[in-house]
């Protein structure tokens, strides 16, 4: 169990925000879950949901006694009240004639909510949540949103509620966001807007138009295969109805495209001679085709394949598009949605009062009330953290200023030397032009305290895009000890992951890669950015935290500290062929804590645990066991870069994790972690302090009216934190933001705590966790996530580029070190996804995810 609270933090100045938390009251009524089995089992809620109303609709004054029920679309139903029956079986038929399918519906009583339980677990005399419980009245409130708007997780999304198009076939539908959280109040309903994308639902030849980034779709000319696999992925699950009877309208679900185009299409008639489409189209229906040179939609079995021109088919309305989206529509959806928080304030509001939970019938049945007011939160403000630069800078330290700050009259902390660069440019820009911004990017490494050398080692040259590997290598066997290599990408998107992993993994070259308009459009500001990263890719240290290197940093400076950060990024939707990327990184520069080395490891797809934190394997030659893994690695690593300390404080800061995962992920990580140090010394148990960090809820903060109490964007000020109120009731957990609104509304993170062995205070945690905030070395800004956690991240997604296979190359089947083997494991099993090249080791010596 998560260890309780250890107390609320003092720090900073005290103030009161609004949280987009609505408070829920519950009478003590006789609540009942029910379990519910459907046979033949159906593959989608929509289905369980359409048999469930036409269950009710039959049976409830006579079998179900007229209750009233809430039904989570699976396997759960309850009601105010006993049923007549403890078990009984139902009968319901959907569909029509020879298409009509009969489902038994089974309904058994499962138990009763204990809502004294979880009065007490709110009132925090209990520390064990009754989480079947609040799931009951989870329910009830969802029930009547699920009836009337397409459902996504726990958001909710109609048309009616706002719509643009995206482009690419696609629009944006507003909707709203809705879940039932236990907190120290009492329980609350976390209301936010939410929007995601639906498919446009137009004719199916329009929507290929749009998808393929056509003007006109032209009947004679077929799409390429490439456009034709395109559209297959774009459409394949989606349902359409069909336009060419009059009258008539018959639905399927796309099962795939032909290969073929459409007049080369038959199928056998019942005496077995071959018609083709286009001949039956018009038997049949006088319907003259017109794309026939098209490929033909699919629906039905492979065996049994139904096929249906594009042209006669529409896109039903209400889907939603679930995968991957382009640059462009994430740009388009992300401007349709993004608020400012007065605004967003008001749209949550405006939601509340349309939904009308004081009418909703369902819930008053219940005993459940939802007040329609923000909650106040006692919230408290902590002060940014002096930050140390070189002594030979004017400026020798700095306090940054609502979340931000700069370099004039600064020096870099640490300064690094790069005496061996070049740099390659695929881009249009004329390489006298990439000469000059060269000259001005040393410059200005030179001034903020770098030693830079203002010569290259080798010419700067232009080179073709078609040839990116062979430009590369061509570069590394000029210079093959090149320190830094500065790449000016095509003009063309797509090919900074070709670029990184030949740089990371095959020729061992540290490369700072820049977009040919951003360096077209360079200024100061810009200038200065690239130098931060180059000076981190380079070994060097930005700045430091002032109470760090003078060794007066509580639960860092006491005793040799280091501080992990974790992450799993996963495939694309529809893209399973491909593993989950796991990426790990430590702090090696104790007691400063700047510096961070990372390691990537391949996983099985939608696998959130770590696998390769610690494993062992036996070695052939001699049977001995060999330990390895992410952990003891970056472990060593630090021992070696600390003159031969280990570590005796483990500060684990993991991100990516879902409240249902965290005993499960908390078991294995922490199992690994013991091991792991087991394996360096039977002895070695450092202390350990496990924090989960929380990107993707739906909690806001909205500051008071006054202009002191908020950043330019109208957002809570950086250092904002709140442990009260809307926290877990009993449970060490905190919402910080740390970072200034840029634009939108301000997201802050959640860290919840898992396992504390260090004990940290309130105040400790928070304040440690605010002042890492602002040691980012990519900018002169503090960020929204501690970033060890963000750093992970980084390294997991740029790991994911090593996971697509160069053209014409074998670089998939190179393993990364333990990619195959399970935390704990006693030998590595067949892995069924791609493995991970391996980075060189002079490039994992620096932040080459930066």
Not at 291 to 297: A, E, H, R
Not at 540 to 568: E, Y
Request: hydrophobic share 35%; glycine share 6%; proline share 6%.
């Amino acid at each position: 169990m998560p260890p309780a609270r250890p107390g609320f933090g003092t720090s900073g100045r005290k103030m009161i925000v609004r949280a987009n938390h609505f408070l829920v009251g519950f009478a003590d009524k006789d609540i009942c879950h029910y379990d519910v089995a459907i046979s033949p089992e159906p593959k989608t809620r929509r289905i369980n949901r359409v048999i469930m109303t036409e269950l009710m609709n039959k049976h409830r004054t006579s079998s179900l006694g007229g209750q009233l029920v809430a039904y989570d679309g699976s396997k759960s139903l309850y009601t105010a009240g006993e049923l007549p029956f403890t078990v009984m079986d139902f009968s319901v038929k959907l569909g029509k004639e020879r298409r009509e399918i009969e489902y038994k519906v089974t309904v058994r009583f499962a138990a009763r909510a204990n809502l004294y339980h979880l009065q007490q677990f709110l009132g925090g005399r209990q520390r064990d949540c009754p989480q079947d419980t609040i799931q009951a009245l989870d329910v009830v409130l969802r029930e009547s949103p699920c009836q009337n708007y397409v459902t996504v997780s726990r958001s909710f999304f109609s048309a009616t509620f706002g719509h643009g198009d995206i482009g690419g076939g696609l629009e944006c539908w507003r909707g709203f966001y809705q879940s039932l959280r236990p907190t120290q109040m009492g329980l609350s309903l976390n209301i936010d807007i939410s929007s995601t994308s639906f498919y446009r639902p137009i004719p199916v030849m329009e929507f290929a138009r749009d998808c393929l980034n056509l003007r006109t779709v032209d009947a004679n000319r077929p799409p390429s295969d490439r456009d034709r696999l395109k559209l297959r992925r774009a459409l394949r699950g989606v349902r359409v109805e069909t336009t060419h009877q009059e009258g008539k309208k018959s639905m399927y679900k796309i099962t795939g495209i032909t290969s073929d185009p459409l007049v080369q299409l038959n199928f056998p008639l019942d005496e077995g001679t071959q018609m083709t489409v286009v001949q039956y189209f018009w038997d049949r229906y006088k319907y003259r085709l017109k794309f026939t040179s098209w490929p033909c939609l699919q629906s039905g079995s492979a065996a049994r394949p139904i096929y249906l021109p594009m042209e006669v088919c529409t896109i039903i309305k209400g889907q939603r598009f679930s995968r991957k989206l382009n640059e462009k529509q994430v740009t388009a959806i992300l401007k349709a949605t993004c608020e400012r928080p007065k605004q967003r304030e008001e749209s949550i509001l405006k939601m509340v009062d349309h939904n009308n939970y004081a009418a909703d019938t369902l819930a008053r049945e219940f005993g459940v009330d939802v007040t329609n007011k923000m909650v106040n939160v006692q919230a408290r403000l902590l002060p940014p953290p002096m930050l140390k630069y070189h002594d030979s800078g004017r400026e020798k330290s700095c306090v940054p200023s609502v979340g931000q700050w700069n370099m004039i009259n600064k020096k870099m902390v640490d300064g690094g030397n790069v005496q061996s660069w070049t740099c390659l440019n695929f881009s249009r820009m004329p390489v006298e032009g990439v000469r000059m911004f060269c000259g001005d990017l040393v410059q200005m490494c030179n001034s903020i305290g770098m030693v830079f050398n203002q010569m290259p080692v080798a010419e700067i040259r232009s080179a073709s895009a078609n040839n990116i590997e062979g430009a590369l290598k061509d570069v590394h066997q000029r210079v093959p000890k090149l320190q830094l290599l500065i790449v000016i990408l095509p003009d063309v998107s797509g090919q900074y992951g070709k670029v990184k992993k030949v740089c990371e993994t095959e020729l061992g070259i540290v490369s700072q890669c820049l977009k040919p308009d951003k360096v077209n459009k360079a200024n100061k500001q810009y200038f200065e950015n690239v130098a931060l990263k180059i000076n981190v890719k380079v070994g060097g240290r930005n700045t430091a935290l002032q109470q760090a290197l003078s060794r007066k940093m509580p639960f860092v400076s006491d005793i040799p500290t280091i501080i992990f950060g974790a992450d799993v990024t996963h495939p694309a939707a529809g893209e399973d062929s491909s593993g989950s990327i796991a990426a790990v990184v430590a702090s090696m520069d104790w007691p400063a804590i700047t510096k961070y080395r990372a390691v990537v490891s391949a996983q099985p797809p939608r696998q959130e645990i770590i696998q390769d934190l610690f494993w062992t394997t036996t070695d052939p030659k001699n049977g001995c066991i060999m330990p390895g893994g992410m952990i003891r690695e970056l472990l060593l690593a630090f021992y070696r870069q600390n003159n031969n300390i280990k570590p005796q404080r483990i500060i684990f800061y993991r991100d990516g994790v879902s409240e249902g995962q965290f005993a499960e992920v908390l078991m294995y990580e922490m199992d690994a972690i013991r091991k792991a140090c087991q394996s360096l010394q039977k002895d070695y148990l450092p202390k350990v302090t496990f924090v989960v960090v929380q990107k993707r809820h739906h909690t806001r903060l909205f500051p008071e009216v006054h202009m002191k109490e908020t950043d330019r964007s109208g957002n809570i000020l950086p250092g904002t934190v709140v442990d009260t109120n809307i926290c877990h009731p009993t449970e060490f957990d905190f919402y910080l933001c740390s970072h200034a609104g840029i634009q939108g509304t301000s997201r802050p993170a959640h860290y919840h705590v898992l396992y504390d062995e260090n004990r940290f205070t309130a105040d400790g945690l928070q304040s440690l966790t605010n002042n890492l905030c602002y040691t980012y070395a990519r900018c002169t800004r503090s960020v929204s996530v501690v970033p060890p956690a963000y750093y992970a991240h980084l390294a997991a997604f740029r790991a994911r580029y090593y996971d697509e296979p160069l053209e014409g190359s074998e670089s998939t089947s190179v393993v990364s070190a333990g990619s195959q083997v399970v935390a704990g494991a006693t030998g590595p099993p067949v892995a069924s996804y791609r493995k991970l090249p391996q980075i060189k080791e002079n490039v994992k010596d620096v932040m080459f995810y930066c």
